[in-house]
């Protein structure tokens, strides 16, 4: 025999039996737990796998493809070498962002698509799997109000993907034909301050130009300024703008802000009246977060069956409480990979009315190769030709293992922990809550110097233009006890919080940095909730004892922490 068939023959160990072949299979499900055993070797009470390093991205790009490859035993420490020193966001000791703790059913979700390769274009590749897609599309739609007869949407790359999408149609509705003949210059987008900076992405990719990005003021919990919205929206008009789409987030991504999506709805469709619009301006809710608080829909707070604390039941209700208008969207995005405990990437795009999809089709005479037979073919109208499905699979089974009473528990659990959380912070005169009017798994705070009047300093940085140095030192020592935490973590010490840049801007500019916990792992505990203030506390005595020593030694001036 020649080469090429010795080495097919060897090749063809390395690739799962396309027919029922026990002893290979087993071989298949051994190299997993191999694979999975090296995995859990890693593991400690730290909250990183392996131990802690950094990249060597000099050393990888040296990286080049060797002449002859290597056995599957010889790969597999290799593959499992990249999870070294990675950050466990499932560990109750993670609070850094909005990243799920993937449930074993929506693991193997992604595993099993990952061994067949469907491709979700048509269902002629992805057969049971395209099934699943318009399964967990019906699933959500009934669950937030649509009619799931006339709603429909897709899988897709992102939550930034679920966002263009909307754009996308209501660009469509907007200035008809622009698929055809390009954008029309007058086309603009509205979104909130404290949107997700997707927004300006899409309108740059779209050719509308970050530019065209309307922002609209918020308040001090960070929702849309209705008022403001439709002063925009007239102005717009008045100028000859056609309004593409306005998005109301629906839990924004630093400080869980929620807009008010039912006073959107009813500016749109009174200007849409009082101007005599030839269009309806496309409302698309970035949901991809706070989707999930739509299993809290027909919960009975006053009851409170599940037996959540006060502080946690009247947080609920309060997110709840606008999160149930998401029916009155044209369209919005839930991210599994977020508030669903899936694996990445789990995007849905749901459009309340499927018909709208047309807007965006392409002829089938383009496409000779597809489509010649079943009866779902998202592809044409889909981005995307290739879209796997492993995120519907791992929707669809944490939908089924979960249940609208296990999303209660978990998203429950993760605002009862930043509750206690809360209560903590609010015990220590050196700390401060800054979304305290918002009530979801996150929460924003910022250490003082000793003797600030924390009651006061925060009215005094958001508007007072004289009090610039003070905010920056503020901002300052934010930042360095967040380094001294953050590097703890990373030592396998202490707990991994999270940081934001800008929390918001002040009345005159200036950016306010805060300390970030986010909540969603179902192993976090109370005592982990303490731990937190422990480890900030002593970051915090220990930048004070340094600054301090600095000014001793003269190597500072003042350090702008006055008391107002």
Not at 360 to 371: C, D, F, G, I, S
Request: hydrophobic share 40%.
């Amino acid at each position: 025999m020649s080469r090429y068939h010795d080495l097919l023959v060897s090749l063809r160990q390395a690739f799962p039996a396309p027919v029922s072949d026990p002893v290979h299979d087993g071989y298949v499900v051994f190299s997993l737990v191999k694979a999975l055993d090296r995995v859990d070797a890693l593991k400690s009470q730290a909250p990183i796998l392996g131990t802690p390093r950094e990249p060597d991205y000099a050393a990888a790009a040296e990286a080049r493809l060797r002449h002859s490859g290597r056995s599957l035993e010889e790969v597999i420490p290799e593959l499992v070498h990249c999870l070294d020193g990675l950050l466990i966001f499932g560990h109750p000791r993670s609070q850094v962002n909005v990243v799920a703790h993937p449930s074993i059913a929506s693991i193997i979700g992604v595993v099993l698509p990952s061994i067949y390769n469907p491709n979700l274009c048509t269902d002629e590749s992805g057969r049971g799997f395209s099934e699943a897609e318009v399964r967990v599309a019906s699933m959500i739609a009934q669950l937030v109000g649509y009619d799931p007869r006339h709603s429909g949407g897709l899988f897709t790359f992102g939550g930034t993907g679920t966002l263009l999408y909307g754009v996308k149609i209501g660009l469509e509705k907007a200035c008809p034909n622009t698929l055809q003949n390009g954008i029309d210059p007058s086309a603009v987008l509205i979104a909130s301050e404290q949107s997700h900076y997707a927004c300006l992405s899409i309108a740059g990719w779209l050719g509308m130009g970050q530019s065209k990005v309307l922002k609209v003021r918020t308040h001090e919990d960070n929702s849309m300024d209705v008022a403001a919205l439709e002063q925009t929206m007239r102005d717009a008009i008045g100028q000859g703008k056609r309004i593409a789409a306005i998005i109301a987030t629906m839990g924004t991504t630093d400080a869980f802000g929620v807009d008010d999506l039912a006073a959107i709805h009813e500016v749109r469709e009174r200007l849409v009246r009082e101007l005599a619009l030839d269009y309806s301006p496309h409302i698309h809710a970035d949901a991809v977060i706070g989707w999930a608080w739509s299993v809290f829909d027909d919960y009975d707070f006053a009851a409170n069956p599940l037996g959540f604390r006060g502080r946690t039941v009247r947080a609920l209700a309060a997110a709840t409480n606008r999160i149930r208008h998401l029916s009155l969207a044209d369209s919005f995005g839930a991210d599994f990979h977020k508030t669903g405990f899936a694996p990445y990437i789990s995007s849905l795009f749901l459009l309340k009315n499927r018909d709208e999809l047309r807007l965006v089709a392409r002829q089938k005479e383009t496409m000779p190769y597809l489509y010649h037979s079943g009866q779902y073919h998202p592809g044409m109208f889909s981005l995307e030709t290739s879209r796997g499905a492993g995120g519907v699979m791992a929707a669809l089974a944490n939908l089924l293992l979960l249940g609208k009473e296990g999303f209660q528990t978990l998203i429950g659990h993760a605002v009862e922990m930043e509750e206690i959380l809360r209560e903590l912070i609010i015990s220590r005169p050196e700390l401060s809550i800054l979304n305290e009017e918002n009530y979801g798994p996150v929460t924003l705070f910022r250490a003082y110097p000793t003797g600030v009047d924390t009651f006061r300093v925060k009215e005094r940085e958001r508007s007072d233009p004289a009090f610039v140095t003070q905010l920056r030192a503020h901002n300052d020592l934010n930042r360095r006890i967040y380094d001294r935490v953050h590097h703890e973590a990373l030592t396998g010490q202490g707990v991994a919080i999270g940081f934001t840049e800008s929390y918001r801007h002040s009345n005159y500019g200036e950016p306010i940095v805060a300390l970030k916990s986010y909540v969603l792992s179902p192993y976090v505990d109370e005592n982990r909730m303490q731990s937190i203030i422990t480890h900030v506390l002593a970051a915090h005595h220990a930048v004070e004892a340094e600054m301090a020593g600095s000014a001793k030694k003269g190597k500072t001036t003042s350090t702008g922490w006055d008391s107002p």
